[in-house]
């Protein structure tokens, strides 16, 4: 690429996801990119050098028909002669094909490059266009009803929590337009961030109107950080179970791995999650997941959490830890935080101060139990669909494998 024809400014970067996914890469903080760099087009393979073995490998989608990168991405061509390129995307994404690229590079730096010689050295099944084409079409079809299925949850969720809202009097606002340009005096100027003065001015940053009195969340809990990893923490004789960022989603955990780090007993009980401990996730480059929530039943012995989750231990004599969860995974109840929240290469990141002068309305225990039975039974029915998304997921990435390794009959041909 001739940088004097194309200047940075002109370019559209990409980012390669370890899920095989592209999107833009804001440059916009850049105002220098060293190296050469390489134009990928719509239904070219890129994969990261450095991330490969971890599914950083994938297909530029239609949407992205001319992006940038540098040197550490190869870049191929599909042949469409021979190869479907929806069709090389899924074989990427088969366990025997990662297993293959981490078995060439074992035994070395978990940041050890595959460099293409390496990647050009795998054999992969290359049926006939046609097989592929039924292939492609069978995942197509089972990922259009997975999408439904996630829908469904997500309208199912958001009913919920509208329900919840309106049994503590509150109604939401409908959105309102900010100005894309305005004039302040620097008197009236609380805090240096766009949207918490802007939300400022047109009034939208006071509290919702509620049947109950608002209360600060640090007068209800104890506020605190978990464990910084560092190489120092690595598992060893103390080793415990801990909770990372992955692990909390919006209103649930994902402890389906669980990672390790070293904490002595001496520090044990500062770090150490009991049942009814909400996390708050301290920073997340989405609006829509800044300050998610989720709940500790003490479903894992001995676990600990780490400090990019902060953790609220609440006074449950006054507050239900699944009332104060329902709150703050609402946009009402977590508008707070977006306001607070700073904001650093675009990722947000909320501190504990933050949290302990949350708002939360606060009905009587009596009530609180009742709206939590309520969302509790609504909630049963959401986890058992997430759960029936989740394995129709699994199950047809494992029936596609067997299908591109020839193990089982692909669909709509004869055996």
């Known amino acids: 690429m001739d940088r004097a024809e194309h200047p940075l400014e002109s370019l559209t970067f990409g980012s390669l996801h370890f899920t095989g996914g592209l999107s833009h890469r804001d440059m916009s903080s850049k105002l220098e990119v060293k190296g050469k760099l390489f134009f990928a087009h719509a239904n070219d393979v890129v994969y990261s050098k450095i991330d490969a073995r971890n599914g950083a490998i994938g297909i530029v989608p239609e949407s992205m028909p001319r992006v940038a990168f540098s040197s550490e991405y190869p870049i191929y061509e599909v042949d469409k002669a021979i190869a479907l390129p929806e069709y090389v995307k899924l074989l990427f994404r088969m366990s025997s094909f990662r297993e293959r690229i981490n078995s060439l590079i074992s035994g070395a730096s978990g940041r050890k490059r595959v460099e293409p010689s390496t990647l050009e050295s795998i054999e992969v099944p290359l049926p006939p266009l046609a097989t592929q084409r039924a292939i492609v079409a069978y995942w197509q079809e089972t990922q259009d009803k997975n999408a439904v299925a996630i829908k469904t949850t997500n309208e199912h969720e958001t009913a919920i929590t509208r329900g919840f809202l309106r049994s503590l009097g509150i109604v939401e606002e409908c959105a309102v337009a900010r100005p894309k340009a305005f004039a302040v005096r620097w008197t009236d100027v609380s805090r240096w961030a766009v949207s918490s003065l802007v939300d400022s001015l047109l009034g939208l940053d006071a509290l919702p109107k509620s049947q109950f009195t608002f209360e600060k969340l640090g007068d209800l809990s104890r506020v605190s950080y978990g464990i910084q990893k560092s190489p120092a923490n690595r598992p060893g004789l103390s080793a415990r179970p801990y909770l990372r960022v992955a692990n909390v989603r919006k209103g649930y955990l994902d402890l389906s791995e669980v990672k390790e780090i070293e904490v002595p007993d001496s ?149």
């Open 267 to 415: 520090e044990l009980e500062s770090y150490l999650l009991k049942p009814g401990d909400i996390l708050f996730v301290e920073g997340n480059g989405s609006r829509t997941e800044l300050g998610r929530v989720g709940k500790w039943s003490g479903e894992i012995e001995k676990c600990v959490h780490q400090n990019h989750l902060i953790k609220v231990r609440l006074d449950q004599s006054r507050i239900l830890p699944d009332f104060a969860m329902t709150w703050f995974n609402s946009d009402i109840g977590r508008s707070h935080f977006f306001r607070a929240a700073k904001s650093s290469s675009g990722l947000g990141t909320i501190n504990s101060n933050e949290v302990r002068s949350a708002p939360i309305p606060l009905p009587p225990l009596a009530i609180q139990k009742q709206l939590v039975a309520e969302v509790t039974a609504a909630r049963d029915h959401i986890a058992a669909e997430r759960a029936a998304a989740t394995k129709l997921a699994a199950d047809t990435a494992h029936e596609v494998e067997q299908m591109i390794l020839g193990q089982v009959q692909v669909i709509g041909f004869p055996a």
